[in-house]
Every structure is written in C-alpha cells, then in structure tokens.
C-alpha cells in the first residue's frame, strides 16, 4: 500500500538561481521566502505566469499550496527556478503529468550560464578597441 505524503518536493535551477518548491494540498496559495508571490516578484505579471504555468498546464492551479525558498540569481532566472521546481514537484505528486510538462518545455533543466571572462579581453568576448594608426 502507498503511503500519502505529506508534501511533494522539487528542485529548480536557472542560471546560479535555485529553488526548493513544497507542494501542499491546498487551495493554490504560492509563498516564495516567507512573502506572497505578488509581494515578492512585485507586479511583474510575467513572472507570475512563468510561475503559474506548470499548474496551468496540468490543471491544478487551486490543487496546491506551494511553499518555495529561492536564492541567488535575478527576478527572471529565480522565477523560472521556480517553475521547474514546480514541475518536477508535480511530477513527484502524480508520474502521469510527466509527458504533459516535458512536452511544455518545464522539465529540462535551461543549461545556459554567464561564460567566464576571458584573459586580456575586457569581458568574455570584448576585445580591446584597435587603432590603426
């Protein structure tokens, strides 16, 4: 017999940002750092439906409350941390939802970083102006 668990948990990544995402059973309340979701990604309604877009996917924007702790990186690559923590959370709670959230795009991992910077340029790929004469 299953054990029920008390809550589903996922990882997410995105840039040097990540996420450790809680789902609860619930009524679809999101909390990111101990603030609200609007408190804490402000009125930037496209990180909102970055966040909500693997609960719209699968259909479960009210199964869930979700409790995300988030740190390092920006706005953007935190939000979308979020999503894929999200995602593999849901895929923790129900393995049907896999091929659904895999087909959006939510449970590959974004392997884009920063490249370091590059002895003598003046950033990765900025080179030093030249002068011809």
Do not use: C, W
Request: charged share 30%; no cysteine; aromatic share 6%.
């Amino acid at each position: 017999m299953a054990e029920l668990k008390r809550y589903y948990q996922g990882t997410g990544r995105r840039k040097t940002a990540v996420a450790r995402v809680r789902l609860f059973p619930g009524s679809g309340e999101v909390v990111v750092n101990g603030r609200s979701i609007a408190e804490f990604f402000g009125g930037r309604e496209l990180l909102h439906a970055i966040v909500r877009s693997p609960l719209e996917v699968t259909g479960m924007l009210d199964a869930f409350n979700i409790l995300v702790k988030v740190r390092g990186g920006g706005d953007s690559g935190q939000a979308q941390a979020v999503r894929h923590g999200i995602a593999r959370a849901l895929v923790d709670s129900d393995e049907t939802l896999r091929p659904a959230l895999r087909h959006a795009g939510f449970m590959t991992r974004d392997p884009r970083m920063k490249e370091r910077k590059t002895p003598g340029f003046r950033r990765a790929r900025k080179k030093k102006q030249f002068t011809k004469r």
